[in-house]
């Protein structure tokens, strides 16, 4: 059962690993200036246009 939770754990490190390496790489990106409407949560952040 041990082996259960630390595949678990270790896909978990893995999708932190890659959502951080993919907000790294969006710093440098080009935002648009239209108004956008966001809502953030401590661990999601949604962006949408504005209405």
């Not at 270790?10 to 956008?36: F, K, N, V």
């Not at 661990?43 to 949408?48: D, F, I, K, Q, S």
Request: charged share 10%; with cysteine; net charge negative.
């Amino acid at each position: 059962m041990d082996w259960v939770y630390r595949g678990f754990e270790t896909s978990l490190l893995g999708l932190a690993l890659c959502l951080g390496l993919a907000a790294c790489l969006m710093l440098g990106a080009d935002r648009s200036s239209a108004p956008m409407v966001s809502v953030t949560l401590p661990m999601l952040a949604v962006t949408a246009p504005a209405p």
